[in-house]
């Protein structure tokens, strides 16, 4: 197993547009989490699925985004309409339903909005 | 989620034990205090958990007072490689298991 993986590792888009990312957590593990993080602070929880059922959503997600993780597997987190405000990294983690405190998190993808 | 405290910055050198402390007052009765370390350009990975006194893994120790009000988190002999920011996190981790993160601690490793 080679970890959680998230593609792309990189998105420059223009403001407006829309975009989406992909995460693909280790294969066993049935929670997965997106958060979001700025240069020089500590990762934001945006959003967290139980299999495929999205179970908590952070104020920090506007109507502008949405996740999703059909049939429990990969996940993809949407943004649309980006503002320039939306730059940032954006990091996928993923845990087995034990050992619930541990989270393995993937490179993250870096979103510039120019 | 209990806040916590830590120094923004601290410098070492190749070699020595490095001490992170970081408080957490409000800590309640079923908090777990974690230790992630993050490289630039990676995310986070989990270094240690605790609850109570002390707990060590390969890669460090954690020490927690008995009124469990603050932690520390102990790095031997350290090496260019561990220069990464430290984040304490402390939480019940039930339920949603959302991971609340500070500013971190950044460790600086000099040769």
């Known amino acids: 197993d080679t970890g959680v993986s998230q593609d792309p590792r990189h998105k420059i888009t223009k403001r407006g547009q829309n975009v989406t990312f992909r995460c693909d957590p280790i294969?066993?593990?049935?929670?997965l989490y997106w958060y979001r993080q700025t240069l020089g602070q500590g990762p934001e929880f945006l959003t967290y699925f139980q299999n495929e059922a999205q179970l908590e959503k952070s104020r920090l997600l506007s109507d502008r985004f949405s996740a999703e993780r059909p049939k429990g597997s990969f996940s993809t987190l949407e943004i649309q309409r980006t503002e320039q405000g939306d730059s940032a990294m954006y990091l996928c983690a993923s845990s087995p339903r034990t050992g619930h405190y541990e989270q393995y998190f993937g490179p993250g993808t870096r979103l510039t909005v120019t | 989620l209990a806040k916590t405290t830590q120094p923004i910055s601290m410098d070492s050198y190749e070699g020595q034990e490095v001490n992170i402390t970081c408080s957490h007052n409000n800590i309640a009765t079923n908090d777990y205090i974690t230790w992630y370390q993050q490289f630039p350009s990676q995310g986070p990975r989990f270094i240690i958990q605790?609850?109570?006194t002390k707990v060590t893994n390969e890669v460090a120790s954690l020490f927690i007072p008995a009124d469990r009000k603050s932690s520390t988190l102990s790095l031997p002999r350290v090496s260019l490689s561990d220069t990464a920011v430290y984040y304490c996190l402390v939480g019940s981790y039930n339920a949603g298991n959302m991971l609340t993160f500070g500013g971190g601690t950044r460790l600086m490793v000099k040769p």
């Open positions: 294969s066993e593990h049935n929670r």
């Open positions: 605790g609850y109570k």
